[in-house]
């Protein structure tokens, strides 16, 4: 959504509830030239999970298999040197 100064000084609740909602505020002078985005502070603690590409790429099935060395069966050529 993108609104000019006026608008936004005169629904800035609305525009508040938006942006914490998601939607991407965008705030200018004039419609056509916008020069601020409005974004909620949360965002960035969850951005990387929301991202579709890396939905369900972070699950890890096995907590315990990132501390367990490998054993040797699975180290293939480097388990001789």
Known sequence: MTLTLEQAKDNLA???A???AGEEVLIGHDLAHPVAKLV??????SRLAR????VGST???DATA????LPPEEWGE????
Not at 40 to 45: G, N
Not at 66 to 69: D, F, S, T, Y
Not at 78 to 81: E, G, K, P, S, V
């Open 18 to 20: 938006q942006a914490e």
């Open 78 to 81: 480097l388990a001789d040197r």
């Open 51 to 54: 991202h579709p590409d890396l």
């Open 66 to 69: 990132l501390v367990k060395p």
């Open 40 to 45: 909620p502070l949360a965002a960035t603690q």
């Open 59 to 61: 699950e890890t099935h």
């Open 14 to 16: 609305q525009c508040l």
